[in-house]
């Protein structure tokens, strides 16, 4: 049974940082793309960052591209979004997700299995 655990959002407030950590058990995490959605009340859930199984490629949605940094550890299980110069607009329950595919993807439908997610709200 594959599992993934989101941790590390909270409350902060505009211009500071976060970072996100999701730990997958279970599964053969080093062989699998991953990606970051998030979803705030009322709107559907959004494509945020996405990355290979070996960290060689990733790719943003525009309104992150600068100030977020997805990446991960193999031998750790675990895949990190680094998020730097939070917007209110940030703010958001944010779910990691795996894809059954080396490369990365953008679309909910191109994963898997998804966490519980972790909530980020930036403060003006």
């Known amino acids: 049974q594959v599992q993934l655990v989101e941790s590390g959002g909270g409350l902060v407030q505009a211009g500071d940082s976060l970072r996100l950590s999701c730990v997958v058990s279970?599964?053969?995490?080093?062989?699998?793309?991953m990606g970051w959605f998030r979803q705030a009340p009322g709107k559907a859930r959004e494509f945020v960052a996405s990355?290979?199984?070996?960290?060689?490629?990733?790719t943003y949605d525009d309104s992150v591209k600068g100030r977020f940094t997805i990446s991960r550890d193999n031998a750790k299980n675990t895949l990190y979004l680094q998020m730097n110069s939070l917007r209110p607009e940030d703010t958001a329950v944010y779910y990691c997700?795996?894809?059954?595919?080396?490369?990365?993807?953008?679309?909910?439908?191109?994963?898997?299995?998804w966490g519980q997610g972790t909530q980020v709200t930036v403060s003006s």
């Open positions: 997700a795996l894809r059954f595919s080396l490369v990365p993807g953008r679309l909910t439908s191109d994963y898997r299995y």
């Open positions: 990355i290979s199984w070996n960290g060689g490629s990733s």
């Open positions: 279970g599964g053969t995490f080093s062989s699998k793309a």
